[in-house]
């Protein structure tokens, strides 16, 4: 992977350990007519630039609630949040649809990219919405794509590429437009183990060059990649713990059978 | 995201779906076409009816003679014999509306010329008559105030006449008999055409001096009308006032009893003929609106299932960084491009419909540049109208939950 094409680095080495996102006592409610469903109950964490975290719980324990409210689609009932020291509850609509397209790139369970609409145009979406010229935009789609190891197949539809391919269009859209975050809500769901293991390659890469990363799995061969494993049940953080000795998806390959296709 | 992007993501949108944009795009395609097509018609039709009424002369007066009920119908005209030569010297000296008026006589003739026949009016009037009309000599000239005074066979004939008699032999100074008295040919008319108003020939007609006519050919000394121009155009409604009163009290007739005689105002009848354009245009663009509006229903049906179908799409573009305007923006673009579109090929078949009826009917062609700029305005209009709710719905979509959306 290119060095010098990789999106936003941030002086990774110099403010290693400044803050990057702070949650205190967050809470989500969600009101079904008589019935409040509560599905964050308190969550408070902290991370660091250029850390890599995996959440990790039973489904149903606010691990997708609390991914929508980091990454600015959805906010908090309760509680603060801050990005790089911004107070996010306090933001309108289209502040916060600014966020999303500057600081925040999100990777979905199911893809999510247009059909009918090649690579290199679902990458260059975030760029159509930011201030930048459609040239330079499709200049900085086209390395994302290089960057997820996708150069030759920028003209491809979505229908054309594999699941991998696919999920890796999605991560170079999130990556485009330079985000200080990258979030994703189990990237690796609908993907077979092999390739699961690819992205989190590509993942451990990203975060190599400095890129804080929040993933979701319920995986735990996937979250052992990560640096950091945080456990949520019922709405509430039950385990927050560093990863020792973490091993390299890179190498992990070498040692898995190659798929057919 | 600039105009030209938003436009483009639009145009593509739209091409996915081909054969939809087309069939959404059909009703404000036929309302704006039938609207330009007839509205096309329907001027040139208004401008040749005004025209050719106002090459009659817009001051001039007509009165004639017949019972005119209350209700303003006409009675036998001609039937009465109350109408004379004098009223005429009377309209001339006591109406300072009336600039001039020349007496009329009618009869129908059987015209010969060698082996030629020809049946037509013959008309018996005075020389300023031709004037009033405003009606030029292609050949020759008009007769004279003599040869009304003197009673001679001499005769003005009109185009019509003219071609079925002598087609390309010389007319003037050749002698023709009208029912059987020979007359000598002093002057033709210039073709005035099928009047647009009354539908006749105007040119299919022969004019002799007054004099002539009632001695020799009808032997009735009264007048069956009275062609008088007013000093303006504004004046003639006075002079039509004016001579009513006059003639009225010329003929005795009593408040209470019918008029023996009508005064018809051309410039009325002008004004008539507008009206019925303004109405036929108010008809024209309600037959407008009425399609626009389907037109416009069809796109904000397409455009509502178009938001729902592309609920996910709107989801990943909330979460990339799209703001409610940009959504709102771009599907607004896209109902206006529909509209825009279907507008645009619509005036182009409008246009051509329009060419091809004035064409069959030798009308001119009336589209004016107005007329277009306001359909495309309309339609785009009418984009933003029926476009709007879709693209707020669509705005307000929570991203989440469109994301979610199967
Ligand atoms: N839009 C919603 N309306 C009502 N309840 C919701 C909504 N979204 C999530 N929930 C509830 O909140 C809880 C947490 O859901 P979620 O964050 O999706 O869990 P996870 O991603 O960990 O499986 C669940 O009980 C879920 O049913
Ligand atoms: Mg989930």
Redesign the interface.
Known sequence: MATTSQPDVKGATKQDHETIILVRDVHKYYELGEIRVHALRGVSIEIKRGDFVTIMGASGSGKSTFM?IL?C??QPSAGRYLLENIEVSGLS??QL??I???KIG?V?QGF???S?TTALENVE??T???RIS?AEGEKRSREALALVGLGDRVAHFPSQLSGGQQQRVAIA?ALV?QPSILLADEPTGNLDSRTAVEIMDIFQKLNDDGLTIVLVTHEPDIAQFAKRSIQFRDGRIRRDERILNRPRASEVIQNLPKLED | MDLLAIIRIAMRALGRNKMRSILTMLGIMIGVGAVIAMLGVGQGARQTVQEQIQAMGSNLLFVGAGTVTRSGMHMGWGSTKSLIYDDMLAIMRECPTAHAAAPGSSSSGQVVFGNDNWATRVNGTEPQYFDIRVWPFQEGSAFTQNDVEMAANVAVIGETVRKNLFGATNSIGQTIRINNLPFRVVGVLVPKGTSAAMGDDQDDIILVPITTLQKKITGQNWLRWIMVSAVSRQASYAAQQQIAALLRDRHRIRPAEDDDFFVRNLADMADVADEAGRVMTLLLASIAGVSLIVGGIGIMNIMLVSVTERTREIGVRMAVGATERDVQQQFLTEAVVLSLLGGGIGILFGLSASYLITKTLGWPVLVSPVVIVIAVLFSMAVGVFFGFYPASRAAQLDPIEALRYE
Request: hydrophobic fraction near 40%; aromatic fraction near 12%; charged fraction near 30%.
């Open positions: 929508n990454g689609l959805d609509k289209r649809a600014a999303r397209n500057h999100f979905f999510n990219l247009l009918r979406l975030p159509l919405y930011a459609k859209r437009n």
